[in-house]
């Protein structure tokens, strides 16, 4: 083939892995009325994170180490420069990403992915500005330690709070016992300013063997995370083992329990720790058994859907499906399964600045999907 032909053809192919999706829809039932699912976008390689910018563009993270750009029509961009290296093994990789509170001013953007250090690594946490080609100025503001070998566990959502602190939450490695270690940064949610430094009111500050960052601990996985509209609370979710998944509220200095209570067993059958409850140790607001595999989640206040306002909804990596769970305070009161029958694992969960929500589907071919009320 000549290079003028070869080049066409490179380029050809190019522009097609840019192309928009074609429209595909789904329809599901619920008891508000039937909803329609409609793909967005697609190829992206496992994508965990995304976030909306003010101009209606997203970001999304893909898991082997890309940022990507989405177009309202669904291109995607080439892979944004600047990001940092990531440990793409097992469940760890690049993972979340979260826009500053000002970022319409400063392009200031948040990074949780797994570091490596050697045969290593820890969930950390990069602060970059979104540049005309890709990121700049990368600081890691946050890293885990000890880093070790395991590739299970890394947690990783990011929240920003109404005060401005950004709330981080890490899983326990597969290291179940440094969930009650308040030396270690597994199985915890971290409290930090954008910059890194450890809040005055943090709940250890000033403790000798303690890391200061900690907000809360006992935690297993925690992959979803999001602020209460009302209250302005920190809710969780996070795996159990087989059973035992969790929404928490946590407050801080508490003490959730993982290894020592849970609703769940080992995957082998077996007992884990005392039992479901303990002295000192705090109960979940909901829990599963068997697990859902949880993984993002949000609030819902948009106004495509009025009966949905104020209720929670979880994505389901085990089943494939969204859960949406009704509220009286801190209580479930009811909960609904749907997208049965979608057939992907559901990674995050986000509501759109159209008021309409939007799923990742964690799959080597992965979409972006909008939910919408079925006309």
């Known amino acids: 083939m000549a290079v003028s032909s070869f080049r ?73 420069v600047g990001v940092p290296p990531v440990w793409a093994r097992g469940q760890g990789g690049l993972l979340d990403v979260v826009l500053a509170p000002d970022f319409a001013q400063s392009r200031i953007l948040f990074l949780s992915y797994a570091e490596p250090d050697g045969g290593d690594a820890g969930t950390a946490v990069a602060r970059a500005r979104l540049g005309a080609a890709g990121l700049e100025n990368v600081t890691v503001i946050f890293r885990q330690e000890p880093k070790v070998s395991s590739g299970v566990h890394f947690g990783s959502r990011l929240v920003f709070a109404r005060d401005g602190l950004l709330f981080i939450t890490t899983g326990e490695r597969g290291r179940r016992d440094d969930s009650q270690n308040l030396g270690r940064h597994m199985g915890k949610v971290i409290r930090v ?6 809040p005055p009111d943090n709940p250890f500050i000033n403790r000798p063997g303690v890391r200061p960052e900690i907000w809360s601990y ?15 609370q920190l809710w969780t979710v996070e795996h159990g083992a087989r059973g035992g998944d969790e929404v928490n509220a946590p407050k801080p200095g508490r003490n959730y329990g993982w290894p020592v209570i849970t609703y769940g067993r080992d995957y082998s059958g077996s007992k884990i720790g005392e039992g479901p409850a303990k002295a000192g140790m705090e109960q979940p607001i909901h829990y599963w058994d068997p697990s859902i595999a949880p993984s993002g989640m949000t609030f819902y206040m948009g106004d495509q859907f009025p009966a949905w306002r104020g209720n929670l909804f979880v994505g389901s990596l085990k089943f494939g499906l969204l859960v949406r769970l009704t509220l009286q305070g801190e209580k479930v009161t009811n909960e609904e399964r749907l997208l049965q029958g979608l ?30 009320p079925a006309r």
Do not use: C, K
């Open 8 to 80: 066409r053809v490179v380029g050809l192919a190019a522009l097609a892995a840019l192309a928009p999706a074609a429209v595909t829809a789904q329809e599901f039932p619920s008891r508000q009325g039937r909803i329609r699912v409609v793909t967005v976008a697609r190829g992206l390689e496992h994508p965990w994170g995304l976030a909306f910018l003010p101009d209606g563009r997203m970001l999304v993270t893909e898991r082997p180490g890309r940022v990507r750009l989405v177009e309202r029509d669904g291109r995607l961009s080439p892979p944004l």
């Open 193 to 198: 300013r954008p910059d890194g430094g450890v």
């Open 218 to 232: 006992g935690h297993r996985n925690l992959q979803g995370a999001a602020l209460h509209p009302q209250t302005g």
């Open 343 to 372: 057939g992907a694992r559901v990674r995050d969960v986000r509501q759109g600045p159209d008021g309409y929500l939007y799923l990742l589907t964690d799959e080597s071919n992965g979409r972006i999907l909008r939910i919408e």
